[in-house]
């Protein structure tokens, strides 16, 4: 195994300290340390689903339940996998609140920091480098579930006092991690949705420099506004140094019921030109800079589990794309229940047995953003649709306009949130045991490998490397 090393912005490559260039190919580890509805099964946001199994379970065997999960989510096994695949870099997206409490502000958590720093190392002892990812920020730096967000705002941006706790944060984990050549950088925001455009690029100054402050070495990967896809934020400013900018890039056919690629969806065609179209907008800023490129997430779903062909085509498509660019890149996701994953938990297991009639509620109501369909709930939303359409035509609240506004307010909101009780109803009254039981299913021994997505994969490593 290569010795690993700090790496180092060199004109648009990634470098080590030999200067040689390095092209990161990775995986997010979505799901572990910041929850999210889709992958873990359940309705809702993350910090109002703990605090519903919490009441039904009680203290013990909910901890029982989430130290099993957290423990083995993410071990030895997963990481001797993923480098068998050939992935040398793992993006590790985290929640604000393993590292501090609302109710105590700037009083930071040392369990938070030792799970973090278990899975850096379980990863670098397998030549795996990580990146850290802060996915949820206090105050919500995006308007959707996966910041940890129960409503539609955020607020991150209106309040200097959300912003003072994020650089208290990433000053104590640059502070941990300065020394760490495992980790090739750090992720200061997951998707920021900025309404203004105008906090974002100061905050990236404010951040930088505080990080600075402390370590001096690391990479910073800095997303893009408007869920990564936007950087006129930063149009007229130079990039920072030691910066890579990141673009997510998910292709719209892969990630809708799109039902087959080349072809038309939602009215537009869509081949591996107009895939090169896309990446080549979202990453425009970059080339102007001469930057890296890092690709922070991309990948389709397989709705009912089911690796369609043309998805792996598109898939390709895409990875081809980024080999001709000289782009790193991190597919999303490595672990989950059976949409997107390159593991999955068994359908057999004890955990989806028992939520089984929740996800089919939640498939009915499409209460999941990621992978849901508002087609079981067109009798509520087409009502709302017609008084918008004579009230208010023009609505287009930000970011992507009034019909996925109002799919958060009904479906991923108002919908949710009783179905969310439901499904932890289940957990009610299950013992210590039971709980670890459960918990077990998201242990790589537990899970099923979704082999054609693995072996396209190490086929385009081995071609490409």
């Known amino acids: ?10 004109g648009s490559d990634l470098v080590d300290e030999s200067s040689a260039v390095v092209r990161l190919a990775g995986v997010g580890l979505g799901g572990w340390m910041n929850m999210e509805n889709f992958i873990s099964g359940y309705p809702g946001n993350e910090e109002a689903i703990r605090a519903k199994l919490r009441r039904a379970m009680g203290d013990e065997a909910y901890e029982a339940f989430f130290d099993e999960y957290l423990d083995g989510f993410i071990a030895d096994e997963d990481a001797a996998f993923l480098a068998s695949v050939g992935i040398d870099s793992v993006r590790i997206p985290f929640n604000y609140r393993h590292f501090e409490d609302d109710a105590r502000p700037f009083q930071l958590k040392e369990s938070g920091f030792a799970r973090l720093e278990r899975a850096v190392e379980v990863l670098g002892r397998h030549g795996i480098r990580s990146i850290l990812d802060l996915h949820a920020l206090p105050g919500r730096q995006n308007q959707h579930w996966h910041s940890d967000n129960p409503t539609h705002l955020a607020e991150f941006w209106n309040h200097p006092h959300f912003q003072d706790r994020v650089v208290h944060l990433w000053e104590a984990l640059a502070d941990r991690f300065k020394d760490r050549p495992e980790v090739a950088g750090y992720n200061p925001i997951n998707e920021p949705a900025d309404p203004s455009g105008e906090v974002l690029p100061v905050f990236y100054e404010r951040i930088e420099k505080a990080i600075r402050a402390i370590d001096p070495r690391h990479v910073l990967f800095l997303d893009g506004n408007k869920y990564s ?3 006129s934020s930063f149009d007229g400013r130079p990039a920072l140094p030691n910066v890579v900018y990141t673009a997510h890039d998910y292709a719209l056919p892969g990630i809708t019921s799109a039902t087959e690629y080349p072809g038309v969806t939602r009215g537009e065609y869509f081949d591996r030109s107009v ?50 660019h000289g782009a790193s890149w991190a597919l999303w996701t490595y672990k989950d229940i059976g949409l997107q994953g390159l593991v999955t938990v068994s359908p057999d297991s ?48 930000y970011p992507w306009g009034r019909k996925p506004h109002l799919a958060v307010l009904v479906r991923h909101i108002l919908l949710a949130e009783p179905l969310a009780d439901r499904f932890a109803s289940r957990f009610a009254g299950v013992s210590v045991e039971r709980a670890r039981q459960l918990a077990s299913a998201f242990r ?22």
């Open 350 to 397: 004890d955990y989806l047995r028992l939520i089984a009639p929740d996800l089919a509620t939640k498939e009915q109501l499409g209460t999941d953003s990621w992978g849901g369909s508002d087609v079981g709930v067109r009798d509520i939303l087409d009502p709302i649709d017609a008084v918008f359409d004579r009230e208010f035509p023009d609505f287009a609240p």
């Open 444 to 465: 790589f021994a537990s899970t099923e490998v979704r082999t054609p997505l693995v072996e396209l994969l190490q086929a385009h490593l081995r071609a490409s490397r």
């Open 275 to 324: 895939l090169e179209q896309t990446f080549l907008r979202r990453t425009e800023y970059m080339r102007q800079t001469g930057t890296p490129i890092w690709i922070g997430e991309f990948g389709p779903v397989y709705p009912g589990g089911v690796t369609q062909e043309w998805r792996l085509q598109l898939l390709q498509d895409q990875l081809d794309i980024y080999h001709d």
């Open 1 to 10: 195994m290569t010795e690993l090393t700090f790496l180092r912005t060199q």
């Open 229 to 231: 896809t936007d950087f």
